[in-house]
């Protein structure tokens, strides 16, 4: 199956820091990405959807100033919590439908990118 | 709106079948079902496309009535490797959103 990865895996900073991941399609082109927050115990918040060559699309409530997305190639987007506080500690991870797909196709996850702001 | 998921949590005996339940309050173009195990991201079991539909996935299946706006997902003869979160998700236009989860725990 296809295989998405995030980087890192596991972040610990300082508020007041920003801090970026990474989410790359490993074997398929993916022009749209989708991130997702996941609080302890909870389900998966779609935060804001990814478009290849264009600006993000972000959920209501999602400050886009705070939490900037990249989609620099058909395999690569990424998210940068700008000035992190504890509050925005959490589970973040990307998806990636198959195949060029959209958003009734097979999202595919990354591993997950455990944040923890001090 | 997101869908909301019944029951919350269930505890089985390996062996032992279960129910899982998706309903939404908007009109549904897809259904699809997730199991994350604790810290790790979500993975795909299947989607349903149409109304009336039903899939099977070795002993885990699902129906999708999109008349009523739900989606049902089923767990038969359980095995230790069941356990987990499983979220429903609804595609609707551009946005897949996620169910509010139900946590099975099989035991021996």
């Known amino acids: 199956g296809a295989v998405v990865s995030q980087h890192p895996s596991r972040v610990i900073c300082k508020s007041g820091t920003s801090v970026k991941i990474e989410c790359r399609s490993l074997d398929f082109q993916a022009t749209t990405m989708f991130w997702y927050r996941q609080f302890p115990k909870k389900s998966l918040m779609l935060m804001a959807t990814s478009n290849e060559g264009s600006k993000a699309t972000y959920e209501q409530g999602v400050e886009k100033d705070k939490f900037l997305i990249n989609h620099a190639s058909l395999t690569l987007s990424t998210l940068t919590v700008t000035s992190a506080h504890p509050e925005d500690s959490s589970f973040y991870i990307c998806s990636a439908p198959s195949n060029r797909g959209g958003v009734t196709d097979t999202q595919y996850f990354g591993p997950g990118t455990r944040l923890t702001v001090l | ?108």
Request: proline share 4%.
């Open chain 2, 1 to 108: 709106q997101q869908p909301v998921q019944s029951p919350q949590a269930v505890i089985l005996r390996e062996g032992e079948d279960a129910v899982i339940n998706c309903s939404s309050s908007k009109a549904l173009y897809s259904v699809h079902w997730y199991r994350q195990k604790h810290g790790e991201a979500p993975v795909f079991l299947m989607i349903l496309l149409k109304g009336g539909e039903q899939k099977g996935h070795e002993k885990i299946s699902a129906s999708f009535n999109e008349k009523k706006q739900q989606s049902s997902l089923y767990l038969t003869a359980s095995q230790l490797s069941y356990s987990g979160t499983y979220f429903c998700g609804t595609a609707n236009t551009d946005k897949l959103i996620f169910g509010t989860g139900t946590r099975l725990q099989v035991f021996p």
